[in-house]
């Protein structure tokens, strides 16, 4: 007959003061788990189970070897941890974020009114208390609503988009404003999995891997690209997906890997940055209960060797999992209802009542106890059981647990954290590339996270061809139908409208630029996850998307041109055509560039997609061929102005119509018809710019009736 570990074990049948011994002494095994990791477990019998139970892992000879690697180079050790006091967390109510109606949108009365009074304030995390060391697994536990992710984004210094934010919080001896230096190496894996989807799993991992390769390598590899591919192998292998490497990594609208398969890869991601404190929201959703156990020993593994700090919320923790952690916490409503050994918190929730069966998932207990609907209660307890998470709160406050818990609170303050703090600054600094500021959270250089960037588009490209031709395909229909539509136009003055209207439209590409603002906010996310992952500035992204632009660009314009500009029959020399291309290639890239700003600058897709359907419309409007520039109302004549597309119309005309001759015809010469054939008697009318009583205007006379200088 097998037996529960200790930390299963029920005590519906054990006096409490064998309980309340047993809980001192797990907690008095605590009390020094900072200077000695062995120390968490309460004999040596159960610790060296633990130690089996890792040596099970496939991979952990390997993660033995970089550490004995890291030992041999002498490299300083990023041993942080993370301490909080009295945190609390308040957000805008969302009752108070929304409007009731439409209605309501326009109620300028009550808009003062709302103005002039404070935002009502809802409390996310109330009081929380508690300390994670350097090589400790804290597991957070709370239905849904609890304010789990809350506490982990505290946790990865993530305090944008709260109202208030109080209490004393450190990682080593660090801030919150000093940490913001050192996020890279503060992260935290949320529960959304988000990729560029056209790119393979390998591709994904080898950009990541690529920008965490250290200026100075360890003294077994010689090449960058040695360290980086080994990194990147490892990591595939340590949550066994190196067979996904060719397989897209997939959306809801792309085909790929599976949703499991994706939720791994977000884990590797995260892995890659290589933190020294790193947050799990609800990693194992999504994955199997053998592949969970999988991914939770690893992660058990690399605490251990590399001494991180690792906190984790789990919905769904199985005992083999639930075994691992160190710490659990206890989330309800916001307060904290118990921090402390996993190894005492079934029995500090049994002592108070509440029915925990044998073999049971002690996680799921645990969370229960949360929900009135769920929890059980012992026998005799009917009328004793804290209802509320207040009384579980004045429970645990009144334990000895809390007490050694918050013996731990000033950890932050010992030479110990000084002296791995200071550490910790020296190995980041060391594996920085020296073109870097010193204040610089990256770890590559600028030229090479630009390079790495512009490789990653060309795979999104690449991975994603279909939407490529398409693109080129219509646009060449487009030139065909353009070019038929303004077939061979003559060069007199019955012509002067139609290559007008056929130079308008070759301002078509610029159009096209408006798909931007939907890529851009469909990459917004995962640049701000590259950003806090302090994998690439923002700026090499910016860069990267122009230099990958540019081929696709003057390909997509030069078949464009070619077709578009003979079909009309435009002016045959060589110098005219290739400023023309270079004025149509020219007009799509700064288009492309101002769609792309409409999708930063503004902070939902709704807004930005009116503002830009309203920007192509006036900018068409007033590029000086629907309106011509002499007819503008002075009250908008300043959006010509400010119009790229009527600087590259006015250009593209003067192209073609300066040091020409344009003799006038048909309707354009009076008095016409038959018997009118002398010149001397006839003269141009209805043609813009034409002189009184002459049969012909030059090019230059007619762009200056259009106001455009020359």
Same mark, same amino acid.
């Given at each position: 007959m097998t037996t529960e570990p200790d930390g299963y074990a029920s005590i519906v049948h054990e006096p409490h003061s064998s309980l309340i011994s047993r809980i001192l002494s797990h907690s008095s095994a605590l009390s020094g788990r900072h200077s000695h990791k062995s120390e968490r477990y309460s004999d040596g019998e159960e610790e060296e189970e633990h130690v089996a139970f890792l040596n099970d892992w496939k991979l952990m000879p390997e993660v033995r070897a970089m550490q004995e690697q890291s030992e041999k180079d002498a490299a300083k050790g990023r041993k942080l941890g993370v301490t909080w006091q009295n945190l609390t967390v308040r957000g805008v109510r969302a009752d108070a974020a929304v409007k009731e109606n439409s209605g309501s949108q326009f109620n300028f009365i009550r808009g003062v009114q709302e103005a002039r009074r404070e935002t009502p304030l809802r409390t =996310? =995390? !109330? !009081?929380?208390?508690?300390?994670v060391m350097p090589g400790e697994m804290l597991l957070v536990l709370g239905r849904p609503g609890a304010g789990c992710t809350t506490l982990l984004k505290m946790l990865a210094n993530r305090r944008d988009g709260y109202a208030e934010v109080s209490g004393n919080m450190a990682w080593g001896t660090l801030d919150h404003k000093e940490a913001q230096q050192y996020r890279g190496q503060i992260v935290m894996n949320t529960e959304e999995e988000l990729f560029f989807p056209?790119?393979?799993?390998?591709?994904t991992i080898d950009f990541a891997t690529r920008m965490k390769v250290p200026y100075h390598l360890p003294s077994n590899h010689e090449k960058p690209v040695h360290y980086q591919q080994e990194n990147r192998d490892f990591l595939l292998k340590s949550m066994g997906i190196s067979h996904t490497q060719d397989t897209k990594v997939s959306n809801e609208f792309v085909r790929g890997v599976s949703g499991g398969e994706r939720k791994?890869?977000? =884990? =590797?991601e995260t892995l890659a940055t290589r933190g020294s404190v790193c947050c799990w929201d609800n990693s194992t959703r999504g994955l199997d209960a053998s592949t969970a156990l999988e991914y939770t020993k690893a992660l058990r593994a690399m605490t251990d060797v590399f001494g991180l700090a690792s906190i984790v919320t789990l919905c769904q923790a199985g005992n083999g999992i639930y075994n691992l952690f160190d710490m659990v916490l206890v989330l309800d409503e916001g307060h904290e209802i118990y921090f402390g050994p996993m190894k005492t918190a079934r029995p500090f929730m049994e002592k108070l009542g509440f029915l925990c069966d044998d073999g049971a998932n002690v996680a799921d207990f645990l969370t229960g106890v949360t929900v009135p609907l769920e929890r059980r209660i012992r026998p005799g307890f009917e009328d004793k059981i804290p209802r509320t998470a207040e009384d579980i709160l004045t429970a645990y406050e009144k334990t000895p647990i809390k007490t050694t818990m918050a013996a731990q609170y000033d950890y932050p303050s010992t030479e110990e954290a000084k002296s791995r703090t200071e550490d910790f600054r020296l190995s980041v600094h060391h594996e920085k590339h020296k073109s870097l500021p010193s204040s610089s959270p990256l770890t590559?250089?600028?030229?090479?996270?630009i390079k790495a960037c512009i490789v990653r588009q060309y795979q999104i490209l690449w991975g994603d061809k279909a939407t490529f031709i398409i693109k080129q395909v219509s646009t060449l229909v487009q030139a065909l139908i353009a070019g038929s539509l303004f077939y061979a136009a003559p060069d007199n003055s019955a012509g002067l409208f139609i290559k007008s209207g056929a130079l308008f439209f070759s301002l078509y590409l610029s159009l096209l630029a408006m798909a931007e603002v939907t890529d851009s906010f469909s990459g917004r996310p995962i640049l701000a996850k590259h950003k806090m992952f302090a994998l690439y500035h923002p700026a090499a992204f910016c860069i990267a998307q122009i230099a990958a632009d540019?081929?696709?660009?003057?390909?997509?314009?030069?078949?464009?041109?070619?077709?578009?500009?003979?079909?009309?029959?435009l002016r045959t020399d060589a110098g005219s055509f290739f400023t023309y291309w270079a004025i149509i290639f020219s007009a799509t890239m700064v288009m492309t560039a101002l769609f792309?700003?409409?999708?930063?600058?503004f902070p939902n897709f709704?807004?930005?997609s009116k503002v830009s359907g309203f920007l192509i419309a006036a900018l068409l409007m007033y590029v000086g061929y629907m309106i011509k520039k002499p007819e503008m109302h002075p009250c908008f004549v300043w959006i010509y102005w400010i119009d790229p597309l009527a600087y590259g119309f006015e250009a593209i005309l003067s192209n073609e119509f300066v040091n020409t001759i344009i003799p006038c015809v048909g309707e354009n010469l009076v008095p016409n018809g038959p018997g009118y054939t002398d010149s001397l008697s006839q003269a141009c009318t209805g043609v813009p710019g034409a002189p009184r009583g002459a049969t012909f205007l030059t090019g230059e006379q007619?762009?200056?009736?259009?106001s455009y200088s020359l």
């Amino acid at each position: 007959m097998t037996t529960e570990p200790d930390g299963y074990a029920s005590i519906v049948h054990e006096p409490h003061s064998s309980l309340i011994s047993r809980i001192l002494s797990h907690s008095s095994a605590l009390s020094g788990r900072h200077s000695h990791k062995s120390e968490r477990y309460s004999d040596g019998e159960e610790e060296e189970e633990h130690v089996a139970f890792l040596n099970d892992w496939k991979l952990m000879p390997e993660v033995r070897a970089m550490q004995e690697q890291s030992e041999k180079d002498a490299a300083k050790g990023r041993k942080l941890g993370v301490t909080w006091q009295n945190l609390t967390v308040r957000g805008v109510r969302a009752d108070a974020a929304v409007k009731e109606n439409s209605g309501s949108q326009f109620n300028f009365i009550r808009g003062v009114q709302e103005a002039r009074r404070e935002t009502p304030l809802r409390t =996310i =995390i !109330d !009081d929380s208390h508690g300390c994670v060391m350097p090589g400790e697994m804290l597991l957070v536990l709370g239905r849904p609503g609890a304010g789990c992710t809350t506490l982990l984004k505290m946790l990865a210094n993530r305090r944008d988009g709260y109202a208030e934010v109080s209490g004393n919080m450190a990682w080593g001896t660090l801030d919150h404003k000093e940490a913001q230096q050192y996020r890279g190496q503060i992260v935290m894996n949320t529960e959304e999995e988000l990729f560029f989807p056209t790119l393979t799993v390998g591709q994904t991992i080898d950009f990541a891997t690529r920008m965490k390769v250290p200026y100075h390598l360890p003294s077994n590899h010689e090449k960058p690209v040695h360290y980086q591919q080994e990194n990147r192998d490892f990591l595939l292998k340590s949550m066994g997906i190196s067979h996904t490497q060719d397989t897209k990594v997939s959306n809801e609208f792309v085909r790929g890997v599976s949703g499991g398969e994706r939720k791994r890869v977000s =884990i =590797i991601e995260t892995l890659a940055t290589r933190g020294s404190v790193c947050c799990w929201d609800n990693s194992t959703r999504g994955l199997d209960a053998s592949t969970a156990l999988e991914y939770t020993k690893a992660l058990r593994a690399m605490t251990d060797v590399f001494g991180l700090a690792s906190i984790v919320t789990l919905c769904q923790a199985g005992n083999g999992i639930y075994n691992l952690f160190d710490m659990v916490l206890v989330l309800d409503e916001g307060h904290e209802i118990y921090f402390g050994p996993m190894k005492t918190a079934r029995p500090f929730m049994e002592k108070l009542g509440f029915l925990c069966d044998d073999g049971a998932n002690v996680a799921d207990f645990l969370t229960g106890v949360t929900v009135p609907l769920e929890r059980r209660i012992r026998p005799g307890f009917e009328d004793k059981i804290p209802r509320t998470a207040e009384d579980i709160l004045t429970a645990y406050e009144k334990t000895p647990i809390k007490t050694t818990m918050a013996a731990q609170y000033d950890y932050p303050s010992t030479e110990e954290a000084k002296s791995r703090t200071e550490d910790f600054r020296l190995s980041v600094h060391h594996e920085k590339h020296k073109s870097l500021p010193s204040s610089s959270p990256l770890t590559t250089s600028f030229a090479t996270q630009i390079k790495a960037c512009i490789v990653r588009q060309y795979q999104i490209l690449w991975g994603d061809k279909a939407t490529f031709i398409i693109k080129q395909v219509s646009t060449l229909v487009q030139a065909l139908i353009a070019g038929s539509l303004f077939y061979a136009a003559p060069d007199n003055s019955a012509g002067l409208f139609i290559k007008s209207g056929a130079l308008f439209f070759s301002l078509y590409l610029s159009l096209l630029a408006m798909a931007e603002v939907t890529d851009s906010f469909s990459g917004r996310p995962i640049l701000a996850k590259h950003k806090m992952f302090a994998l690439y500035h923002p700026a090499a992204f910016c860069i990267a998307q122009i230099a990958a632009d540019l081929p696709v660009v003057l390909f997509q314009v030069s078949h464009f041109s070619l077709v578009l500009y003979f079909m009309v029959g435009l002016r045959t020399d060589a110098g005219s055509f290739f400023t023309y291309w270079a004025i149509i290639f020219s007009a799509t890239m700064v288009m492309t560039a101002l769609f792309r700003a409409v999708g930063a600058a503004f902070p939902n897709f709704d807004a930005a997609s009116k503002v830009s359907g309203f920007l192509i419309a006036a900018l068409l409007m007033y590029v000086g061929y629907m309106i011509k520039k002499p007819e503008m109302h002075p009250c908008f004549v300043w959006i010509y102005w400010i119009d790229p597309l009527a600087y590259g119309f006015e250009a593209i005309l003067s192209n073609e119509f300066v040091n020409t001759i344009i003799p006038c015809v048909g309707e354009n010469l009076v008095p016409n018809g038959p018997g009118y054939t002398d010149s001397l008697s006839q003269a141009c009318t209805g043609v813009p710019g034409a002189p009184r009583g002459a049969t012909f205007l030059t090019g230059e006379q007619y762009l200056e009736s259009l106001s455009y200088s020359l």
